[in-house]
């Protein structure tokens, strides 16, 4: 990464501070956070997209409803089936900008950019609690 500039979405070490990782990401470029809800078992799967320099969630796939899980839809989201009998919650464009997730200690969350996917469990370590900010770096 040395010699590296530019946006990206940055992974941040809250409780004891410094960067697990960056990744070079443009306006306009999505990721994605797979995990297996606590409650329901099932996996989740969230969509963001860098939007105008801020990251924004724009769907959320379930397999199954249940506790903890979104049961109506706001004002001008839809709900869409896949092919595999997801359900998709699209057009929620929510600002997400400094987000925390907890990695999980029973199953892995994975962070996909592009075809990349990353275990957040092997980068960051179980029960991790990692902030998503989208900054300018210099390596």
Same mark, same amino acid.
């Given at each position: 990464m040395k010699g590296d500039y530019g946006y990206h979405l940055v992974l941040h070490d809250v409780e004891r501070g410094g960067v697990f990782a960056a =990744?070079?990401?443009e306006e306009g470029d999505s990721f994605s956070v797979e995990f297996i809800h606590s409650v329901n078992k099932s996996p989740v799967v969230d969509? =963001?997209?860098?939007f105008e320099g801020e990251i924004f969630v724009e769907e959320t796939i =379930? =397999?199954?409803? *249940?506790? *903890?899980? &979104?049961t109506e839809l706001n004002e001008g989201e839809t709900l869409t089936y896949g092919e595999d009998g997801s359900m998709i919650v699209g057009n929620i464009h929510q600002n997400r900008e400094g987000m925390v997730y907890r990695v999980g200690t029973v199953s892995d969350h994975? @962070? %996909?950019? *592009? &075809? %990349? &996917?990353?275990? @957040?469990?092997? @980068?960051c370590g179980k029960n991790a609690a990692v902030r998503f900010n989208y900054e300018f770096r210099l390596f």
């Open positions: =990744y070079p990401m969509v =963001y997209r860098i =379930y =397999y199954h409803f *249940g506790a *903890g899980v &979104q994975i @962070l %996909t950019i *592009g &075809q %990349t &996917q990353i275990s @957040l469990r092997d @980068l």
